[in-house]
């Protein structure tokens, strides 16, 4: 879990994954962008609606437009070198199953 600066890691393996770091890291950044606190109510918020539209907690969770985003980009190592401000936005309003 990422809370500006920090990354918190529950499992020990998980420190020396580049695809989580780097996931956490997204995330890092889209905090920075919502200047922190805006995040944490916005996620909070899109979590609730996604809630209502899925019904499922996972489904819910994983379709939250921060999440969506980490999870389509944690792979490429290099994402935030070239990611443009507020990319999030792209996956607001389109969604998966």
């Known amino acids: ?39 944490f109510i916005w996620y909070a918020v899109e979590y609730f609606f996604r809630l209502v539209q899925y019904k499922k907690r996972h489904l819910a969770y994983r379709n939250i437009s921060f999440e969506r985003e980490a999870y389509a980009n944690e792979f490429q190592l290099d994402y935030l070198k070239n990611r443009s401000l507020f990319r999030f936005l792209k996956y607001v309003k389109s969604t998966k199953k």
Not at 17 to 27: A, D, G, T, Y
């Open 1 to 39: 879990m990422a809370v500006f600066p920090f990354v918190l890691v529950k499992f020990a393996t998980d420190k020396g994954s580049p695809v989580f770091i780097n996931h956490e890291r997204i995330h890092l950044r889209q905090q920075l962008e919502l200047l922190v606190i805006p995040f």
